[in-house]
């Protein structure tokens, strides 16, 4: 299965919360492609008091995993998802990112995604 996740997915994963760490690793230890939306590697590194062992961490877990830069179809995509759902737009283009790349999201924050069609979620 193809994995993908969100931003809240990986704070928590640093953050060693069992049931994240659990679930990363099982994705993390699958033949199948990681992915993230570039739009997570900008919301991870601009939370304040991020310290350089996190930010290392970040590094070596993102180099680990295809990083889905954000084009024009998952652009006009998660247009459409924020202007359906209302949802945030970093949380849009992340679940376009997962909708694109056929992929399960790895996420915490449940009820901002559930409602969209097609989205496939797992929750840490």
Sequence with gaps: ?????????????????????????KALSDIQPL???????????????????????????????TIVPLDSRIAQGAGFLRKIYGIKIADSVIAATALSTGST????????FKNIPNLILLEI
């Design 35 to 65: 992915s993230i939306s570039a739009i997570v590697i900008a919301e991870l590194f601009s939370f304040p008091g991020l310290n350089q062992d996190e930010q290392w961490q970040i590094d070596n877990l993102t180099n680990t995993m």
């Design 105 to 112: 999201l790895i996420t915490r924050n449940i009820k901002d």
């Design 1 to 25: 299965m193809n994995y993908s996740l969100d931003t809240n997915a990986i704070i928590y994963w640093l953050k060693n919360d069992e049931k994240a760490t659990a679930i990363l690793q």
